[in-house]
């Protein structure tokens, strides 16, 4: 790495750290989110923060050249770091193309755009080659982020069900920014009629039994023919590497099942998303 570039940096999300490691820069990393998963080694680096808050003060002590945030609503804590003198760096991708655009400039602001750019190029290769697949329907699903107020999946998650062949309800609120405006009523969902319901709740368990509890939702073609899945948050709400490959295999597969008709496969413990209904309890 040449001289000059960041040598010790504080991730607050998950993907910023994640895009590093794949690019070979995972030494520089000195701080994480306490909601790290990916790659396993990263989760013995001192966690500084949660999503909506941080421990500012700490960070600050692991002398950051570098602190790497994600989304509009962590802009109070860059706020506080660019007030203690910390260099920021406030990513706000919501799109596939954004997301793509972010790994190429983390890789160029540690000085491994070379590693970015061949990372980025493969993740677009391959959303290329499952867009072109040649499909006898593209089945229609309801993307659930949140159960209470319901929240329609986020504009990557919705792009991403596209790609893997799914048409998913209400393209319009994919477009918007917040949580807030992607808030739908139950009753729309309902009588949109989805064939199948994919969810991923960032911190809440939500039970098949709760979804099919919901007053007139077992009239659903989703639910009537127990086509539910869930996909883990952390392969599908964060805007990084994992989103573009494990997350959008984990569509795919829920798509190819639903296609070949054959809602009653086993369960399969943790991996059940790779294409396999949510159990009855």
């Not at 069900?161 to 918007?176: C, N, S, V, W």
């Not at 590497?241 to 190819?256: K, Q, R, W, Y």
Request: charged share 25%; net charge negative; glycine share 8%.
């Amino acid at each position: 790495m040449s001289a000059g570039y960041p040598r010790r940096i504080v991730c607050l999300t998950e993907e910023t750290t994640e895009v590093l490691y794949r690019i070979g820069a995972g030494e520089l990393v000195v701080g994480v989110s306490g909601f790290t998963v990916r790659p396993k080694e990263a989760r013995e680096k001192p966690k500084i923060s949660r999503f909506l808050d941080a421990d500012t003060a700490e960070i600050e002590a692991l002398e950051p050249d570098l602190v790497l945030a994600f989304s509009d609503l962590q802009v109070d804590i860059v706020r506080e770091l660019g007030r203690r003198g910390l260099n920021v760096m406030l990513f706000n991708q919501r799109s596939v193309a954004e997301i793509l655009q972010a790994i190429r400039m983390i890789g160029a602001l540690v000085g491994r755009a070379p590693a970015a750019e061949a990372l980025a190029d493969q993740l677009a290769q391959r959303i290329e080659e499952l867009r072109a697949r040649p499909l006898p329907r593209r089945p229609r699903v309801w993307l659930e982020e949140w159960p209470d107020p319901l929240i329609s999946g986020i504009r990557w998650f919705d792009e991403l069900a596209r790609i893997a062949g799914a048409d998913p309800l209400f393209p319009e609120l994919a477009q918007e920014q917040g949580a807030v405006g992607r808030t739908i009523e139950a009753e729309r969902v309902r009588a949109a009629a989805p064939e199948a319901i994919v969810g991923s709740w960032c911190g809440k368990m939500v039970k098949p039994a709760q979804i099919r509890a919901r007053p007139g939702w077992d009239t659903i073609p989703a639910v009537a023919h127990d086509q539910i899945y869930e996909i883990p948050s952390a392969l599908i709400l964060q805007p990084g590497p994992a989103a573009l490959d494990e997350g959008l295999d984990h569509l795919v597969a829920i798509v190819d099942s639903i296609l070949a008709e054959s809602p009653q496969l086993p369960h399969l413990g943790p991996r059940r998303a790779r294409g396999v209904p949510m159990p009855r309890d």
